[in-house]
């Protein structure tokens, strides 16, 4: 059953995440041990989360589940991160009041978004590998639109969508213009 | 009767929000307050920021968490699923395009060449969102030490990430237990 596996999966990711990149870790994790997805397929689906409109982890869940199942797929995915929100924030929210300043969750926290940084640390680990070497060895070119992209990111706060559109650019010149030239 | 209008009405509002909203959470956020606080004044900033606080802590995607809380806050556990399904709609229905589009096209040459280029962004773009919740998330030394030890445990133990969360959790529930107790015995000393 790919259904109920999604939605486990997907619920799994949602109870031990907290939205946005932290998500994309377990995303990964999931997906290669299920063999849906791999590395590549991964990144390329950051990049697409990124570019379109909504939270990053209902973006991941529809196009995950697409890609797995079709649209049934897709729904089970999305219903399955949204699990938590369902339930736990569900119940918060009937007891508004007493978890205003929880100190259970606040420790919880504490402890829990380090982990999310050293999982996400992971990530970039594992998706540099992928990326930036070829079986010819280290792709100089990639390695080159990263370095700039990371610069103009963090010095002059280009927007995600901005980065996206200047890489596909220099991914075309790079990998689709030269080849043809040579 | 009132309740199903108000719900349609919650759904409505967050479908237009999840439209137009680019770059995650925060930037939903923004849109939620000149909405409901500052437009129709349907919650006071206070309260905004407390279901902000709340929903942040809840585990899975914040902004689904906070849409939630608005929106059983106004119109009881109908609203709050309206507020959830109106958000991630236009989600949805977008990347379901996307995904189709995506299988069609990402063997042809120069789809395949701009990918390549992307993909190389990828990483920059994971990185520099690593760094600025980092900015949040260690700010003290024990949450720098605990941010290695599983670093250290993902990558050459190859302990899973999701045990990893749940080891998180075990050891936060114990020093929350713990320093508990400290407290009352200073008390009682």
């Known amino acids: ?182 | 009767m009132e309740r199903i209008k108000k719900g349609l009405t919650i759904f409505a509002f967050f479908f237009k929000i999840g439209c137009f909203t680019f770059g995650g959470g925060w930037a939903i956020l923004a849109q939620m307050e000149q909405e409901f606080v500052n437009k129709r004044q349907i919650i006071t900033k206070e309260e905004l920021l407390e279901m902000v606080a709340v929903g942040k802590s809840c585990p899975g995607i914040m902004i689904t968490n906070i849409s939630l809380l608005f929106g059983y806050h106004v119109a009881g556990v109908f609203g709050g699923l309206c507020a959830v399904f109106g958000i991630i709609s236009p989600a949805v229905i977008i990347l379901t395009i996307v995904a189709q589009f995506y299988n069609a096209f990402k063997n042809n040459y120069w789809v395949h060449a701009a990918l390549i280029g992307i993909r190389a962004a990828v990483v920059p773009i994971i990185g520099s969102a690593a760094l600025s919740l980092g900015k949040d998330a260690l700010k003290t030394p024990p949450a720098v030490v605990i941010c290695l030890i599983a670093f250290v445990l993902s990558l050459f133990a190859k302990v899973s990430n999701i045990l990893l969360v749940l080891l998180g959790v075990v050891c936060a529930l114990v020093w929350w237990f713990y320093s508990k107790d400290r407290q009352q015995k200073e008390k009682e000393a």
């Open chain 1, 1 to 182: 059953m790919v259904y109920l596996q999604l939605f486990i999966s997907f619920m799994k990711i949602g109870f031990t995440s907290f939205g946005g990149m932290s998500m994309v870790p377990l995303i990964l994790e999931e997906m290669s041990s299920h063999g849906w997805m791999t590395a590549e397929d991964l990144a390329n689906l950051v990049a697409i989360a990124e570019m379109t409109p909504g939270p990053l982890g209902i973006n991941c869940a529809t196009f995950t589940g697409m890609q797995t199942a079709g649209l049934p797929g897709s729904i089970v995915a999305v219903l399955g991160v949204l699990m938590p929100a369902f339930t736990l924030t569900m119940v918060i929210a009937i007891f508004f009041e007493k978890f205003k300043d929880s100190a259970v969750m606040r420790s919880v926290m504490y402890f829990v978004k380090p982990i999310c940084i050293a999982m996400i640390l992971g990530v970039i680990v594992t998706l540099s590998r992928e990326t930036y070497f070829g079986e010819a060895g280290i792709l100089f070119f990639s390695v080159g639109i990263a370095g700039l992209m990371l610069y103009l990111l963090l010095r002059h706060k280009w927007s995600v969508p901005a980065v996206i559109l200047s890489s596909a650019a220099l991914g075309m010149l790079f990998y689709g213009v030269l080849p043809m030239l040579s």
